[in-house]
C-alpha cells in the first residue's frame, strides 16, 4: 500500500495555517513574474506562496531523518542553511521542487482544459471561503509581501482542479483508467480492519513501572480467559462492559483494600500515552485512522478520510490524516458481578448497537518521503497493527507488548461495505487517492517534461524563503 494521500484542495486548506505566517518580502517590477512556464507566466505572489509551503516541507523532511533525540533549530538560520534535502543544500533543493510544483499547476490547467472540465458552483463556494479565511484577516500582512488574493485563488482553484483531473481519470464510472470499483474494495479491504478490542496494561498506573510477577500473572489470565471466551463464541461488547465494571468496582475499592497499592485490576483500563480510560473504551489517537459506530448519518469534507462516533454520525477531517477516538463508551457493566453493589434498585442498561466499542484501522504504510514507519501509524500498536493485516480474513487475536495485553476481535469489514454505511463517497475517493495518487504525480510530470522553464533569478533570489518572517501571523481558522 501507498503512503496515504489526501485531496490536494484538502491538504492545501490545512496548510492554511502555515501559509499566512510568510513575511518579509515585497514585489518590485522586475520580479514580478517569477518564472515562466512553457508560456505561462507564474506571478510572483503564486511562487512565495507555493516555495513557503516547499519550505516547510523541507523542514519536515529534516525533522523525519533527525536522529534520536535531536531537534531541528529553525532560528538558526546560518545552520538550518547547511542543512541538505535529498543531497541537495536546502535553498537549491526549495527553489527545484517550488519550480516543479509550479510547473505541475501549469500541467494541470493545461490538462483540465483539455478535458473540458469546469469547476462547480460549490466547489467555487469552497474556494471563495478557503480564500477568505486564509486572507482577509492578514490582508495588510500579505499585501505588503506581494501576495495577492488573486495569487492565493490561483493556487487554490489549481488544487481542486488537481482534484477533478485525478478523479476523471481513476473515477470507477467511466474514468479514463478505467478503474474496477471492485479492485477498489478489495483495496481498502486489504488494508483496512474492523475491531474491537481490550486492553490491559502490564504498568502501575501511578508510577508506569512494570507490575510485579503476581499482578502481572493476574492481568495475563484475564485476558487469557477474556480472550478463551470470545474464541468459544462470547458476545465482545459484553465482554467489553464487563471489563469495564470489574475495572470500575477495582478503583472503588482499591483505598481501603490496599492503601495506595496499585492492583492488576487498577491498571487493566490501559493507562498510557496512546490510550486513556478503561481498555473497554479503546480510545486511541493515530493520524489517518478512522473510529466507526453505527454510521447511519454521514457528514463528508473534501479531505476524503471518515471517522464514525457512537451516535452514528460520520464527520470528515480535512488534514487527510483521521484521529481515532472511542465508538460509544456504555456505562453499563457485567449485571453478574456489579448490579447487586452498585445499583441494586435498578436493571444495567445493555448495549444493542453491534457497531459500539467498533474502530476501524489502517494498515501502517510508508509514506513518500519516509524511510520508515513512525511507530505511531501502528494502531493500536505496531505488533498488533502488524497481526490484523497478516491475513483479511475475521479471527481473535491475544497479543502480549511489553506493557500491555491486547485482546482483538477482527471482524468482516466487508459487511459493512454499502453506500449507507462505510463505503461512502469519500471512502470511495480517498481509498483511490490512496492507490494512484503517485501514479498520477508520475503522469503529470511527464504531461510536463517538455515544458520550457525560464527562471526570473532576479526574482528567485529576492523571495529567499530563509528570509520569511514568521513572527507576526494572525491566528486564522483554516476551515
Same mark, same amino acid.
Given at each position: 500500500m501507498k503512503g496515504r494521500k489526501m485531496k490536494k484542495a484538502a491538504a492545501l486548506i490545512t496548510a492554511g495555517a502555515a501559509l499566512i505566517s510568510l513575511a518579509g518580502c515585497t514585489v518590485g517590477t522586475n520580479t514580478a513574474v517569477a518564472v515562466t512556464i512553457d508560456g505561462y507566466k507564474v506571478d510572483a505572489g503564486v511562487y512565495i506562496y507555493e516555495s513557503f509551503r516547499t519550505f516547510n @516541507?523541507?523542514?519536515? =523532511?529534516?525533522?523525519?531523518?533527525?536522529?534520536?533525540?535531536e531537534e531541528i533549530d529553525t532560528e538558526n538560520i546560518k545552520e538550518l542553511k547547511k542543512k541538505t534535502v535529498d543531497g541537495k543544500p536546502m535553498l537549491e533543493w526549495i527553489q527545484d521542487e517550488t519550480t516543479r510544483r509550479l510547473t505541475q499547476l501549469v500541467g494541470i490547467e493545461r490538462k483540465f482544459g483539455e478535458l473540458g472540465l469546469e469547476l462547480s458552483a460549490e466547489e467555487q463556494a469552497e474556494i471563495d471561503y478557503g480564500v477568505s479565511s486564509q486572507y482577509e484577516p492578514n490582508e495588510k500582512m500579505f499585501k505588503g509581501n506581494g501576495v495577492s488574493e488573486k495569487s492565493m485563488r490561483t493556487v487554490l482553484e489549481n488544487a481542486?482542479?488537481? $482534484?477533478?483531473?485525478?478523479?476523471?481519470?481513476? +473515477?470507477?464510472?467511466?474514468?479514463i483508467e478505467n478503474v474496477k470499483e471492485d479492485a477498489v474494495k478489495d483495496f481498502y479491504a486489504e488494508n483496512n480492519a474492523r475491531i474491537k478490542l481490550i486492553e490491559i496494561s502490564l504498568l502501575d498506573k501511578d508510577t508506569s513501572e512494570p507490575l510485579d510477577d503476581e499482578k502481572k500473572a493476574e492481568a495475563k489470565d484475564r485476558a487469557t480467559d477474556y480472550y478463551t471466551r470470545l474464541k468459544s463464541g462470547a458476545d465482545m461488547n459484553e465482554l467489553i462492559e464487563?471489563?469495564?465494571?470489574?475495572?470500575?468496582?477495582?478503583?472503588?475499592?482499591?483505598?481501603?483494600? %490496599? &492503601?495506595?497499592?496499585?492492583?492488576? #485490576?487498577?491498571?487493566?483500563?490501559?493507562?498510557?500515552? @496512546?490510550?486513556? &480510560?478503561?481498555?473497554?473504551?479503546? %480510545?486511541?489517537?493515530?493520524?489517518?485512522?478512522?473510529?466507526?459506530?453505527? /454510521?447511519?448519518?454521514?457528514?463528508?469534507?473534501?479531505? &476524503?478520510?471518515?471517522?464514525?462516533?457512537?451516535? &452514528?454520525?460520520?464527520?470528515?477531517? %480535512?488534514?487527510?490524516?483521521?484521529?481515532?477516538?472511542? /465508538?460509544?463508551?456504555?456505562?453499563?457493566?457485567?449485571?453478574?458481578?456489579?448490579?447487586?453493589?452498585?445499583?441494586?434498585?435498578?436493571?444495567?442498561?445493555?448495549t444493542t448497537d453491534p457497531f459500539t466499542y467498533e474502530t476501524v484501522v489502517h494498515s501502517a504504510t510508508l509514506a513518500e518521503d519516509e524511510?520508515?514507519?513512525?511507530?505511531? =501509524?501502528?494502531?493500536?500498536? +505496531?505488533?498488533?497493527?502488524e497481526e490484523l493485516f497478516k491475513s483479511t480474513e475475521p479471527g481473535v487475536?491475544?497479543?502480549?507488548?511489553? $506493557?500491555?495485553?491486547?485482546?482483538?476481535? +477482527?471482524?468482516?469489514? =466487508?459487511? =459493512?461495505?454499502?453506500?449507507? @454505511?462505510? *463505503?461512502?463517497?469519500?471512502?470511495? #475517493?480517498?481509498?483511490?487517492? @490512496?492507490?494512484?495518487?503517485? $501514479?498520477? #504525480?508520475?503522469?503529470? $510530470?511527464? *504531461?510536463?517534461?517538455?515544458?520550457?522553464?525560464?527562471?526570473?533569478?532576479?526574482?528567485y533570489k529576492r523571495y529567499d524563503p530563509f528570509k520569511f518572517d514568521t513572527s507576526d501571523a494572525a491566528p486564522v481558522n483554516p476551515y
Open positions: @516541507d523541507a523542514l519536515n =523532511r529534516l525533522s523525519l531523518e533527525a536522529g534520536e533525540g481542486y482542479k488537481t $482534484d477533478k483531473v485525478f478523479m476523471e481519470y481513476y +473515477k470507477t464510472d467511466g474514468g464487563e471489563h469495564e465494571a470489574y475495572v470500575a468496582q477495582a478503583e472503588e475499592t482499591e483505598p481501603e483494600e %490496599s &492503601g495506595t497499592e496499585t492492583s492488576s #485490576e487498577e491498571t487493566a483500563s490501559g493507562s498510557n500515552s @496512546d490510550t486513556s &480510560g478503561s481498555a473497554g473504551e479503546t %480510545s486511541v489517537s493515530s493520524a489517518g485512522e478512522t473510529s466507526v459506530s453505527s /454510521a447511519e448519518e454521514t457528514s463528508v469534507s473534501s479531505a &476524503g478520510e471518515t471517522s464514525v462516533s457512537s451516535a &452514528g454520525e460520520t464527520s470528515v477531517s %480535512s488534514a487527510g490524516e483521521t484521529s481515532i477516538s472511542s /465508538a460509544g463508551e456504555t456505562e453499563s457493566g457485567n449485571s453478574d458481578e456489579t448490579t447487586a453493589e452498585t445499583t441494586p434498585e435498578t436493571t444495567p442498561e445493555t524511510k520508515e514507519i513512525p511507530d505511531s =501509524r501502528y494502531v493500536p500498536s +505496531k505488533k498488533s497493527n487475536h491475544l497479543i502480549e507488548e511489553e $506493557d500491555k495485553i491486547y485482546v482483538i476481535e +477482527k471482524t468482516d469489514i =466487508r459487511a =459493512r461495505m454499502k453506500e449507507d @454505511d462505510l *463505503w461512502t463517497e469519500s471512502t470511495v #475517493e480517498s481509498t483511490l487517492y @490512496d492507490m494512484y495518487y503517485l $501514479d498520477f #504525480e508520475e503522469m503529470l $510530470d511527464g *504531461w510536463c517534461v517538455d515544458y520550457t522553464v525560464s527562471r526570473n533569478m532576479a526574482a
